[in-house]
């Protein structure tokens, strides 16, 4: 007999990659991810390993309420202690976004205070890693950071056993809310079996790409950076054996071969990568990966690069933010731009070479426009360099985002600049009447880019190089010019390709061999979407038994 029951739900929207465009075709921009819920699946693992009964309900944007009713009706009992709600991402982005995806949000609220009236002896919790993705919903309690450890006194406290649970109340609106601060309270890093375990009942399919986490927190403390474990010493990994189970669990289980790493950094140190390619050669398949590293180590560290190669890390999210030796070196990413530049082309030539026995290469750089030192000129000279350099890829271009204060007070970790940038002599701050003049003679065209910069919670910023409408201004123009990098994406980076694969369209080797294009692939379409849902139908019928 289990120690009690939970059912954790889990699912984001997708947004697609190039959110500004105007894709009136693409069902408004958002469509539910086919990506498994991480968090609900690794809070149900532990759950397990102490003796409870915890099932995961994926996808949840893609069930109608009705769908949903029917599965808890089923599947609610009497020792259900707990509802979850794994929340990825705040709406941000989404709801600003078009009808469609307003209405679907409220919705997913609605649906949530509906489930809570239907049952109101369950508790509901909410679980994130900042309290600002959780504030829209109603819940009983609302834990943010990795919840291992806090999951576990919490359950304990629902059943009146002993625990040591501290709440915190926090006001909102006018309101009070309970809060669980895994982070400050239940600190569950390291972790070095951070596995997760799926069941038969989630009905995992070989195509999908699961995630993985290598290890948790990032060793740097970059001054933008936002991530909830920033400046970690000492060993985060994963432990060798707890890695070699989850992934020959899932292969021969599932025939699961491809994943996306969670890790904030993965090449951070070249031992870590030598203890896992160890694993990885021992195993009787080659898994493929894709996640977070920094440009900077891997050009610095080409020993690793062997390692890296054979773990089957062929696909890369590289964060430069920026070419200008100055502002990268501000904000902590410091090597000289012209080494930086000639290292990625050896990297890009070492993991493409045929010849050698190697070939698969897949990446993604994202650039950030607007850091103290950036200059037009500077940001372009750099996005060029890219588009010249580094063809047949993805990139992303962020402007510089600094949450402004009711944004920061939600966050777990909020960057440097969110806490500093007052008290520093760096950043001034521009009024929204400021901005309103500065669009005055020359206005901002692209409609979303006036709902981002006119309406997002943001500091305004300005500094001796730049100000955030600039900035935005020249986002503006990049998507007007067809030959700016804005318009060279050639295909779709690490945490896009699950959209191209799990319903079997393509395959790993199309996305390292292939770019958007007549001869390679489709971006997605209309049809892509629809069996997206097809996939999503599926899983939701045998879900409810009807297959
Ligand atoms: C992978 C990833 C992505 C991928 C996601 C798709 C994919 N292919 O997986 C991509 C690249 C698309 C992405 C995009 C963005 N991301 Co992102 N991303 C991540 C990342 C690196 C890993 C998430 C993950 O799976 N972690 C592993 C699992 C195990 O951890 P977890 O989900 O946090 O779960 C733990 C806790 O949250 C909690 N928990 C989770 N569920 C539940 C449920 C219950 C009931 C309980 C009690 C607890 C609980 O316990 C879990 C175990 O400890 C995280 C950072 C990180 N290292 O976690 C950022 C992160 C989730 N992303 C973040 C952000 C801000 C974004 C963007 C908005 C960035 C941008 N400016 O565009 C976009 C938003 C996209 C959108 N749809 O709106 C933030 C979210 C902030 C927040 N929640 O407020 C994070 C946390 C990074 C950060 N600290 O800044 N992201
Ligand atoms: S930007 Fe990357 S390297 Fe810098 S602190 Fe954040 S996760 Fe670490």
């Known amino acids: ?84 709600l794994s929340v990825m ?17 409220l919705e997913m609220l609605q649906t949530i205070k509906f489930l809570k009236e239907l049952y109101p002896h369950v508790k509901f919790v909410g679980g994130s890693q900042n309290l600002v993705s959780l504030t829209d919903w109603d819940l009983d309690y609302y834990v943010t950071g990795y919840a291992e450890l806090a999951i576990s006194e919490l359950l304990k406290y629902f059943k009146r056993e002993f625990n040591t649970l501290k709440i915190t109340e926090r006001k909102l609106d006018h309101k009070k809310i309970n809060v669980i601060d895994s982070l400050h309270d239940y600190p569950a890093y390291p972790m070095p079996t951070a596995h997760i375990k799926y ?6 399919k070989p195509t999908e790409v699961l995630s993985l986490e290598l290890s948790r927190g990032c060793k740097f403390a970059c001054k933008f950076c936002a991530f909830s474990l920033l400046g970690v010493r000492g060993d985060y990994s994963r432990c060798k054996d707890s890695l070699r189970e989850e992934l020959l669990d899932n292969y021969n289980k599932w025939g699961v071969t491809n994943y996306n790493c969670t890790d904030e950094t993965i090449n951070d140190k070249p031992e870590k990568l030598a203890k896992y390619a160890e694993v990885i050669r021992s195993l009787p398949f080659q898994p493929h990966m894709g996640g977070f590293m920094r440009a900077d180590l891997l050009v ?10 054979d773990m089957g890390l062929r696909s890369h999210y590289y964060g430069l933010e920026s070419f200008n030796h100055e502002a990268a070196k501000y904000v902590g990413k410091g090597m000289n731009p012209d080494k930086l530049k ?24 994202s650039i950030i426009l607007g850091l103290p030192g950036e200059t037009k000129e500077s940001f372009l000279e750099g996005a060029d360099w890219l588009k010249n350099n580094f063809g047949g890829h993805s990139y992303g271009i962020s402007v510089l985002y600094m949450g402004d204060s009711t944004m ?47 309406e997002r919670n943001q500091v305004k ?10 900035a935005y201004k020249t986002f503006d123009e990049m998507m007007a010019d067809p030959n700016s990098l804005k318009n060279h994406v050639s295909g779709p980076g690490p945490f896009s390709y699950h959209r191209f694969l799990t319903t079997g369209k393509y395959t790993m080797q199309d996305i390292y061999d292939n770019t958007y294009g007549e001869n390679g692939f489709e971006q997605i379409t209309d049809s892509d979407i629809n069996s997206h849902r097809e996939f999503l139908n599926d899983y939701i019928n045998k879900k409810l038994g009807k297959e």
């Open 342 to 365: 000639s290292g990625l082309l050896e990297v890009q030539k070492w993991f493409k070479d045929k010849e050698a026995g190697r070939g698969d290469y897949n990446v993604h750089t």
């Open 300 to 309: 610095a560290k080409p020993s690793t690069w062997q390692d890296l190669y």
């Open 408 to 454: 920061a007070n939600f966050l777990s970790h909020p960057s440097e600049f969110e806490v500093t940038w007052r008290e520093g002599d760096v950043f001034r701050q521009l009024s929204l009447e400021d901005l309103k003049e500065l669009d005055k003679a020359d206005p901002i065209k692209d409609p979303e880019i006036r709902t981002e910069i006119f």
């Open 89 to 105: 991402f705040p709406f941000g982005n989404i709801a600003r976004k078009g009808v469609g995806a307003k209405k679907k949000i």
């Open 461 to 470: 910023w300005e500094h001796d190089t730049m100000n955030i409408w600039d």
């Open 1 to 84: 007999m289990s120690k009690g029951h939970m059912i954790i739900m889990g699912g984001f929207i997708e947004l697609h990659d190039n959110m500004f465009e105007q894709a009136d075709d693409l069902t408004e921009y958002w469509w539910p991810s086919l990506k498994r819920s991480a968090g609900s699946h690794r809070i149900a693992t532990v759950l397990r390993e102490e003796g409870y009964d915890v099932e995961v309900l994926d996808f949840w944007p893609a069930w109608s309420r009705l769908q949903l009713i029917q599965f808890f009706q089923t599947h609610v009992r009497e020792d259900t202690l707990a509802i979850g």
């Open 199 to 204: 069941e038969e009942r989630d009905y995992i």
